[in-house]
């Protein structure tokens, strides 16, 4: 049976909100705790996460379109096909035109927890016009209650949070810092993150990168787009490096090894920052890879990235050289176990170093990695393919 998603109620004294986004493309699957639909009101931003496991069937309106509190913002199904009921129970309209009232109704959310503590909603008095999670939150502490049966423990309500003594104003997240806290939040709790620092001499991949321009009549330096091919290709040799913990973090049930490697490069246009993700990178020879990479940073810097080019990424890189970085620590990507940081050369010298998933892999795969990247393949000439050379 389908799932409703109901609209939000972000601040007190607001009765609707407006569609600010949509996260997710119909028919896609989603898990519980997915961000999904972004909603707002004139102070604030909310992200609607998907309540339970299941495939975004409709989502009840468009950008910028006002909301009800409480009126069906969207709807999950089983299958990514299946039918739904036939009208939105919006605020107290139902499906059949006549009159319904929700507002005594519990939260999905809040329905879950119920469940996990084996209660109804008749057992908990609401503070508001619907139960929510808090009201349960604050019954079930007040009596001592521990959940039911094996339910899984339901992580507790974020804090509330307080403005700094300082005056100030708050302003929304713009899209792209909502992307990247989405992403900080997947790094911080979801992963095993580790960083390992390798010292190196580029004279021979920036004499490589050199020939290999010259060779194929480049107008740009090819070099970080050369190492990011060696990276796919370490990958492809190494599939452990290609993966991801699944399907639950918490509760691991195994390695998640991807088919293909997915290469995502970081690109900053101005002041948003894009993953730009080139598609089965591992089975590309050296000068289409080049060629594409190439093609996706101009889309990048035109702020032109498709959904598409812009997600899925198994495996990661990023450069601070440009800016003379000598050392920086990048966050993994959601859902990748590795993302390798190049710096600026300074005096002949330079490191390379790489964040990673310390559930997957451990410091040596890393170091192993490292040390071959940090090797130049030997150059071919032009419309021969380039065997990556090194050893894991």
Do not use: C
């Not at 503070?127 to 001592?144: C, F, I, M, Q």
């Not at 690109?267 to 594409?292: H, I, K, N, P, W």
């Not at 990424?313 to 966050?331: D, G, L």
């Not at 998933?357 to 490292?370: C, E, I, M």
């Amino acid at each position: 049976m389908p799932t409703p998603v109901f609209t939000p109620r972000i601040n007190n004294n607001d009765d609707t909100v407006r569609l600010a986004a949509v996260l997710v493309e119909v028919g896609a699957a989603v898990r519980a705790g997915d961000p999904m639909i972004d909603v707002e009101t004139d102070k604030a931003t909310f992200t609607v996460e998907a309540p339970v496991d299941g495939f975004l069937l409709k989502v009840l309106g468009s950008v910028e379109d006002t909301l009800d509190v409480g009126s069906t913002l969207a709807w999950l199904g089983d299958t990514p096909d299946e039918p739904i009921p036939g009208a939105p129970i919006h605020g107290k309209t139902s499906a059949s035109g006549g009159d319904i009232d929700i507002s005594g109704e519990p939260t999905l959310k809040a329905l879950l927890l119920l469940k996990a503590y084996g209660l109804t909603s008749a057992d908990v008095p609401a503070t508001g016009s619907r139960l929510g999670v808090a009201d349960v939150e604050k019954w079930v502490a007040a009596k001592g209650l521990a959940k039911s049966g094996t339910t899984p423990a339901v992580p507790p309500a974020a804090s509330a949070w307080s403005a700094p003594d300082v005056p100030g104003i708050l302003i929304p997240f713009t899209p792209e810092q909502k992307g990247m806290a989405r992403t900080v939040a997947w790094h911080r709790d979801e992963a095993a993150a580790g960083y390992i620092e390798l010292a190196w001499d580029p004279a021979p991949w920036e004499a490589y990168a050199a020939d290999f321009q010259k060779a194929n009549g480049l107008m740009m330096n090819p070099l970080l787009s050369l190492l990011a091919w060696r990276l796919a290709a370490i990958a492809k040799e190494n599939p452990r490096l290609n993966a991801t913990v699944g399907p639950n973090p918490m509760a691991p049930k195994g390695v998640w090894q991807y088919d293909q490697v997915n290469l995502g490069f970081t690109v900053q246009a101005g002041t948003s920052l894009y993953v730009a993700v080139l598609r089965d990178a591992g089975s590309l020879a050296e000068a289409d890879f080049v060629r594409e990479l190439g093609a996706l940073q101009r889309a990048a810097m035109k702020h032109a990235l498709s959904p598409e080019q812009s997600s899925g990424a198994t495996i990661a890189f990023t450069s601070m050289a440009r800016w003379k970085v000598t050392r920086h620590i990048p966050i993994l990507p959601p859902n990748t176990g590795l993302i390798v940081a190049h710096t600026a050369t300074i005096n002949g010298s330079a490191t390379v170093g790489a964040s990673y998933d310390h559930r997957l892999l451990t410091g040596f795969d890393v170091v192993q990695a490292l040390q071959s990247l940090v090797q130049p393949p030997a150059l071919v000439p032009p419309g021969q393919p380039s065997e990556a050379k090194g050893t894991l």
